[in-house]
Structures are given as structure tokens and as C-alpha cells.
């Protein structure tokens, strides 16, 4: 594709608006058209926000080197304008474009979008509205573009379904491009937009909505309001259409190129920093987490791969600070060797390492003093729930003594600051489990002061960041409800009775986001309809406190009959059959009803990469089993 005179438009628009740096494109290692003069085929990436976070997404950096990666295609990017681009692109007629060559999105054959979480959905519509895409996939002709999606909402993809011709179930390195591939194929035969669509749908990890049909179901609840619609499941049309879509996985996760293709931005990013994944799926199993279910089995890259990607990416970017990401970094088996020799290849250079997941467990004395190296800035755990009993129901694995253990090793390598985070309304929980929090943060701020040298400033920083728990598919907790909105102003009442008024600074979260979030996670096709009202009432970045309207989604819910406080706080029947019922993680629902039940009795369930195999189903399903390339250890107790 040649750059386009959309340009030239956008341009005289620039000094009108907020950061224009998100529209400037052409940032140092962008794949240009010279790269791709033999690319007959062309697709772009969708990440349904502003710049500053969608280039930070990890995800859409690796999918985009991975398409790139094939001499036939060439792969653009393309983000939500802020708001007041939007309204001039509207007041001017200018159609939204990527950011390489300025191409109009409708013009594509491949636009791919992620879905990173539920409150994306009206931001969803409205990109495909800027773009001049039929909303509804049903509604596109032979000219539109084969719009598809994937990221972790793929799992429930039902609330999404009727706006994308396809959605990518599972990891996307090898699916992306295999779909684009074959898309390219038939097109050139001249096949129809149908029967395209049908020859995807048999390609492992690909859901087709359009190929399936939708049945309702009763929801039986209290809580529910007369004439509210019950939830939808989904079945398929014909018989060459697969009853169950199983999630694409890759395999030799090491192979994978560890340094996808850098864009150095023009502008401060949210995460702005190289990042480095080095590690991939997480077996604790804690049971309110979907990324602990989905994401298995865990598949580590080897230490040597990754200082190579560190040293070669800081290079290249110029960045002096890396972050070695997964769901958990601390796990990897050999963190701590990695740690110390990126500290010694950083010694005098002003490069630093960081670590954006720590676990509670994990970090003992050695680790914190790697962590950070000579940079130590706010120090992030997450031990959930205040008391043992609530962390046994959700299965975090992690004591008192655990938590203790890594912050006073952490004070005694220099750290002051800690953030600390919890969830409230999970099941089985009482208001001694909500006072519990108070009170072992009294604990912990006390024995961090304790901790400090003697003849230091004792000037310990403790912040509490406590959210609504959110029932999510795959988990042991999706036929679990959110509790109501009574039942969370009392807990929070609770809450912040148990802190002190002085020396720790607590936050909770807006019970209205989690309610928008719990029915689009837990919701079915029927919830396709709410998304789309609300957002013709206005709603888009739901994500964003300051442009959250919760009186959009109230109204939809209202005409849509998909009240949005009840439905968060209805109950799912086991063993019947769940909006997302079509869709496989590889984690059996047998394994999730045991570990919803070893909740009910606040037993624990071992991690698979430590003890014996937990029985969820993934590796023989897959087979596979976890990649772990030295010896895991736990409680902080390293070699």
C-alpha cells in the first residue's frame, strides 16, 4: 500500500487536538511500504484505544512482527482516536485510518482487533463506526473487510459475537497469520465472503458466530427483576461446523522470536519501557483468576534466549529500562540468575531491570535485592484476601508469614513503598474476612517499619488498592454471582472501619465499572444487544473513570431487558449448559465444579509445576506438559 492523501487531511487537524503525537505514525521501526513492495495482501491491527496504551500492548507488538513476518502480507496499526479527534474526524468526514500509510481501515482485507477486557465493547463499535464497517458482520458485503478478534475475552466471546466474522480462540501467534493466509487463498479463487467464513471456522481455534444458531435460557434467581431475558448459549447451524472451539496453543513457546519488531513512539507510552516475556501460563490455580486457567500450561523461555532479546532490544530502542513480563515473573525457575546477570551487564550504564508481577511467595532476600538493582521505587503484592481462611477458599497458596517475609526482606534492601492489593465480594466471604484486610495491613506497615535500619528514616509507604471481585468464565467461580450493591457498601463501610485514619493510604474501586464488567463477562449473545444500545446512548471508554456513564448502560439494560445490577447478581446452575459452553480453554468443567467445591470446603490445591498433577485436563487434551527449564522452589527459600 502507498501512503494515502488521508494524510494531509488529518494533518491540518493536529494542532486542534490533545497529544497529537498519536496520529503522527512513522515512528523508528515501523514496517513501511518500501519493506512490503511485494505484499499483495494487507491487514491491520486493531488495539480499540488511545496510542499510548495500544502500542504498549504486548500482544499487538508480537501479532504484529508475526504477520509481517510472511513476505505476502503486510500488517498496519490502527487505534481509537481520543475523543476530540473523534469529533473532528465526524465534523470533517474523514474516515479512521492506519497509522503506517494513512490507508482508510475499510479498505483492508484483514482487521484484526483485540479484546483485552469487557469494558472495550462500545469502544469495539465505535471504531467500526469511524471506519464505515457495517456493525453487524451479518450486514457486510463482498467490499467490507473480514473483521475479526481475539485476546482474552475470546473466551466469552458471546457479548462480541455479532460484530466480527470470526473470533481467534487462544494464543495468536500461529492462528493470525494462518487465517489471513487462507483467506488470501480463497479470495484469490473468488470465493465468497460464506464460503470463506465456512472454510475458517475448520481451522483449530477459529469461531465463526454467523455459523451458529442461539437459544435462550431461564434464569432461576431472586435477585433478578420480573421480565428480565434470560441468558443465551449457542449452538451449531450444520454438521461440518465444530460444536466446541478448541483455544489455539503454541507449543515450543521458546521458538517464538523473544524480541518482536520495536516501534520507538513519538510519545510517553503507559508501560514505557522495552518489555521481554519470559514466561507464559501460570498453575497456581487460584480460583477467581480466568489468566491462571486459560493461559496453562506454563511454558518457560530459557534464560540464555531471553539476556539476548534484553540486550539486543535495549540496543535497538534505546530505552534504559526493561520489564521481564508474565503472569507471575517471579516464578520462573531461573529468575534469579537472569536477574544477576542483567545487574551485572547494567553496572554503570543507568539500564535498569524490573519485574511488574512478584509474587508473595516467592520473594525472599536474594530476589529483592535483584529486583530492582540499584532503582527501587514502589514494590507490588497481591495477597487478595485478609484472612487465611479467605485465601484457602480462593486457593492463593500464600500465608501470613509469606507476606511478612517479603516485605521485611524487601525494607532491608532499600525499599520503601508498597502497594498491595485485595478483592472484596469473593465467595464465601464475611465481614470478618473484609475487616481481616484493615488489619493485616496494620500488621504488615508495622513490621515494614520495624524492619528499617537502625538510624534510617522510618518513612514507610503503604498503598491498599482493593476491587470488586468479578465472576469469569473458565473459572472455578463463573456460576458464582457479584454481590449487590447493598451488600458492597457495607463491606466497604467494614473495610475502611479496619484501617487506620493516618499511614496507609487505601482506594477501592467503582462498583459501577464491575457491575458493566461482571455481565458482559459472565453474559451471552443477548448481551450484544445492551453493548450496542449503550453505546448509542453515548457510551465509549468505559475504561475511563472520567467518560464512564453508568446511566448509558442503566438505560440499555432497561430496553434491552438485561438489567445490569440484577444480571451481575444472578447464579448460574452446574451442569447447565453456560453462555460460553462452545468455547475450550482445555480446562474440563469437571476440574472447575471440584475446585469450586475445595473452595466451599477451603481446601487447597496444589500447583502442578510443584507437586503432582492437578487433574484440570490441559497437557493430555493438548499434548503437552509444563516447560520449566531449572527447579521451581517455594517460600522464598532460593539456591
Known amino acids: 500500500m502507498q501512503e494515502s492523501n488521508l494524510w494531509q487531511r488529518y494533518a491540518q487537524l493536529l494542532d486542534r487536538v490533545e497529544k497529537p503525537s498519536r496520529y503522527l505514525g512513522q515512528e523508528w521501526g515501523s514496517v513501511t511500504p518500501a519493506e512490503k513492495r511485494e505484499a499483495d495482501y494487507h491487514a491491520v491491527l486493531v488495539y480499540p484505544d488511545t496510542y499510548e496504551i495500544g502500542q504498549a500492548n504486548q500482544a499487538i507488538a508480537i501479532l504484529y512482527d508475526c504477520l509481517n513476518a510472511d513476505e505476502r502480507v503486510y500488517c498496519e496499526r490502527a487505534y481509537l482516536p481520543w475523543i476530540d479527534m473523534i469529533a473532528l474526524m465526524r465534523a470533517h468526514d474523514l474516515p479512521l485510518a492506519s497509522l503506517e500509510t494513512y490507508t482508510p481501515v475499510r479498505d483492508f482485507d484483514f482487521v484484526g482487533i483485540t479484546l483485552p477486557h469487557e469494558l472495550c465493547a462500545t469502544n469495539v463499535l465505535e471504531f467500526l463506526d469511524l471506519s464505515g ?84 435460557h431461564v434464569i432461576r434467581d431472586d435477585h433478578l427483576a420480573a421480565g428480565s431475558r434470560g441468558y443465551t448459549t449457542v449452538t451449531p447451524r450444520d454438521a461440518d461446523v465444530p460444536a466446541r472451539v478448541e483455544k489455539r496453543i503454541i507449543r515450543d513457546f521458546d521458538a517464538l522470536n523473544a524480541l518482536p519488531r520495536q516501534i520507538v513512539p513519538y510519545c510517553e507510552l503507559v508501560h514505557d519501557r522495552l518489555a521481554i516475556e519470559i514466561l507464559r501460563g501460570c498453575n497456581r490455580g487460584c480460583r477467581f483468576c480466568q489468566a491462571g486457567m486459560i493461559y496453562r500450561p506454563v511454558r518457560e523461555r530459557n534464560a540464555d534466549t531471553v539476556i539476548a532479546a534484553v540486550m539486543d532490544g535495549l540496543s535497538s530502542t534505546g530505552y534504559d529500562e526493561v520489564s521481564l513480563t508474565s503472569l507471575s515473573s517471579t516464578d520462573h525457575s531461573t529468575i534469579e540468575r537472569m536477574l544477576r546477570r542483567l545487574n551485572h551487564s547494567f553496572s554503570q550504564t543507568g539500564k535498569s531491570v524490573s519485574l511488574p508481577s512478584q509474587r508473595v511467595d516467592a520473594l525472599g532476600v536474594e530476589l529483592a535485592r535483584l529486583a530492582a538493582g540499584e532503582k527501587k521505587g514502589s514494590l507490588t503484592l497481591a495477597p487478595e484476601a485478609g484472612t487465611q481462611r479467605m485465601r484457602d477458599v480462593i486457593n492463593k497458596g500464600v500465608s501470613e508469614e509469606d507476606l511478612m517475609r517479603a516485605v521485611t526482606s524487601a525494607v532491608e534492601e532499600g525499599w520503601r513503598g508498597f502497594k498491595l492489593y485485595f478483592m472484596i465480594g469473593l465467595p464465601g466471604e464475611t465481614d470478618e474476612d473484609v475487616a481481616g484486610i484493615g488489619a493485616l495491613c496494620r500488621r504488615v506497615y508495622a513490621a515494614a517499619k520495624n524492619a528499617v535500619p537502625e538510624g534510617e528514616p522510618r518513612n514507610i509507604r503503604l498503598n491498599v488498592s482493593v476491587a470488586l471481585f468479578i465472576p469469569k468464565a473458565m473459572t472455578p467461580f463463573q456460576w458464582d454471582r457479584q454481590i449487590s450493591l447493598s451488600e458492597i457498601a457495607h463491606r466497604i463501610d467494614v473495610l475502611r472501619a479496619s484501617f487506620p485514619k493516618k499511614g496507609i493510604t487505601l482506594h477501592w474501586h467503582d462498583s459501577d465499572t464491575s457491575y458493566v464488567e461482571a455481565v458482559l463477562a459472565r453474559g451471552g449473545r443477548e448481551c450484544a444487544e445492551l453493548v450496542e444500545e449503550a453505546w448509542r446512548r453515548g457510551a465509549r471508554f468505559d475504561a475511563w473513570t472520567e467518560q464512564f456513564t453508568f446511566a448509558a448502560w442503566e438505560q440499555a439494560g432497561d430496553v434491552c431487558g438485561v438489567p445490569i445490577m440484577q444480571r451481575a447478581n444472578c447464579e448460574y446452575e452446574e451442569g447447565a449448559p453456560l453462555p460460553w459452553s462452545h468455547i475450550s480453554a482445555g480446562v474440563s468443567e469437571e476440574f472447575l465444579r471440584a475446585e469450586r467445591a475445595r473452595a466451599h470446603a477451603e481446601s487447597l490445591t496444589p500447583d502442578c509445576t510443584f507437586a503432582n498433577c492437578a487433574q484440570c485436563g490441559v497437557c493430555p487434551l493438548y499434548g503437552m506438559t509444563n516447560v520449566i527449564e531449572g527447579t521451581r522452589v517455594l517460600r522464598g527459600e532460593r539456591s
Open 133 to 216: 464497517i457495517p456493525l453487524h458482520a451479518g450486514e457486510r458485503t463482498e467490499d467490507d473487510p473480514l473483521v475479526f478478534g481475539g485476546g482474552p475475552c475470546a473466551y466469552n466471546p458471546e457479548p462480541f459475537a455479532p460484530f466480527f466474522d470470526a473470533i481467534f480462540v487462544g494464543e495468536g501467534e500461529e492462528v493470525d497469520l494462518e487465517a489471513a493466509l487462507r483467506h488470501r487463498e480463497l479470495k484469490g479463487r473468488g470465493a465468497s465472503r460464506a464460503q470463506i467464513l465456512r472454510e475458517l471456522s475448520r481451522i483449530e481455534g477459529v469461531y465463526v458466530p454467523g455459523l451458529y444458531d442461539v437459544e435462550e
